[in-house]
C-alpha cells in the first residue's frame, strides 16, 4: 500500500461497531445532573424557588446565569445596573444577590455599601462578579462586604459551589456570621 492510501485509510469514514447507548430514565437523567463531576458527590442547592437577582449590565452574563439559576429550581430576576437592581431589591425580596463590579452609573462597590446600609437588604448575601481578577477587587469587595467573589468568565460548577458555601441547614442563602477577633489565650503565671 503506498502512502497515499496510507492516509487516505486514516481518514475513511466508516459506520462504528458500537451500539448507541441506550436512553436512560428521565429520573435517573434529572440526577445525574446533579452530580458534580469534579468532586464526584452530590451538588448540594438552594431550597426549590430561591429568588435569585442577578445585576450585570453585559446580557450574556445575565442570560448564561439565568439559565445555570432556572434550570436548578431557582427564580430569576435581572437589572442591568445598580440603581435598577437597588429598587429591585424592595419589590422583588431576592434571597441572594449576583453583584458585577464594573456597572454603567454606580459601581458594584457602591450598590454593595448601599445593601449594606439598608436594614431591608443588609442580610442578604452578595457574590460579586468581575472580568479582573485582582486581589484588591476582591479585598475591597469582601471589607465592604460581599459573601463571595467570582471571576468572569465561570463555569457551572463555579457558580453552584459559590452558592454552596453560603446554604443554611434548611438549605436558604444566609450571611455568614462576621467573624470575631480571637481572644488572646491567657499565659500560665
Partial sequence: MGILEQFRSLFRREPPDIAPEPTPEPAIAARALQVNERRGKE????????????IDDSKTVVTVLKKFLRSAGYETREAFDAESGLSQMHTEAPELIFLDIMLPGMNGFAALRAIRRDPATRNIPVIMMSGNEQAMEQFFGTRIGADDFMKKPFSRHEVFFRIERLLDAELVPRRAPPRLAEEPTPSPT
Fill in 43 to 54: 451538588r448540594i442547592n438552594a431550597r426549590e424557588g430561591t429568588r435569585v437577582l442577578i
